[in-house]
T-cell receptor
Framework: GAVVSQHPSRVICKSGTSVKIECRSL??????MFWYRQFPKQSLMLMAT?????????EQGVEKDKFLINHASLTLSTLTVTSAHPEDSSFYIC????????????FGSGTQLSVL | AQTVTQSQPEMSVQEAETVTLSCTYD???????LFWYKQPPSRQMILVIR??????QNATENRFSVNFQKAAKSFSLKISDSQLGDAAMYFC?????????FGKGITLSVRP
């Protein structure tokens, strides 16, 4: 299947700092990427849909100024958690949509964010 | 609203036996995709199987098969000859070509 690379896999930061998470499609072009958040033993919650060259679409209740998404190329989307607080600690996962007539979504390996 | 329901939070199966994980969904769309994803302790999401709503034939991938009942909006996953490596959390997901909606997931344990 298609490969989606997500970095870093784990990050620890101080409260008030910003953290950037990268999501890259390695062997295909992804016009659409999705960002999810997952709490322990729970399902994935969609945060936003990232489209190359346009503004991201955020789900209800997700603060767009706190979770900045940039999709500047067909292979890279970034999520920046600004002014992080302990309640932002979570597992963040990206996924990329493959549109080739057999639509599939492939996921990055996730990023565990811990805010102290 | 489009929802995906996985009513069983946990299931257990004996190694080499067969287990079925249930999933129902609600939609007014006629064309969409359904997926089952596996999430092992590593938390990497792995695509198990995919079904296109317009296809009546049930999808099959080796030991994994689905029972897709479009009218009933049901999409269950059957795992045959269960292996220890099948132990994981399994998510049913619905994709109407816009965004992927997940069920709450089910934790499957495999007894040796």
């Amino acid at each position: 299947g298609a490969v989606v690379s997500q970095h870093p896999s784990r990050v620890i930061c101080k409260s008030g700092t910003s953290v950037k998470i990268e999501c890259r499609s390695l062997d295909f072009q992804a016009t659409t990427m999705f960002w999810y958040r997952q709490f322990p033993k729970q399902s994935l919650m969609l945060m936003a849909t990232s489209n190359e060259g346009s503004k991201a679409t955020y789900e209800q209740g997700v603060e767009k100024d706190k979770f900045l998404i940039n999709h500047a190329s067909l292979t890279l989307s970034t999520l920046t958690v600004t002014s992080a607080h302990p309640e932002d600690s979570s597992f963040y996962i990206c996924s990329a949509l493959v549109r080739d007539g057999n639509e599939k979504l492939f996921f990055g390996s996730g990023t565990q964010l811990s805010v102290l | 609203a489009q929802t995906v329901t996985q009513s069983q939070p946990e299931m257990s199966v004996q190694e080499a036996e067969t287990v079925t994980l249930s999933c129902t969904y609600d939609t007014s769309e006629s064309d969409y995709y359904l997926f089952w994803y596996k999430q092992p302790p590593s938390r990497q999401m792995i695509l198990v199987i995919r079904q296109e709503a317009y296809k009546q034939q049930n999808a099959t991938e080796n030991r994994f098969s689905v029972n897709f009942q479009k009218a009933a909006k049901s999409f269950s996953l059957k795992i045959s000859d269960s292996q220890l490596g099948d132990a994981a959390m399994y998510f049913c997901a619905y994709f109407p070509n816009s965004k992927l909606t997940f069920g709450k997931g089910i934790t499957l344990s495999v007894r040796p």
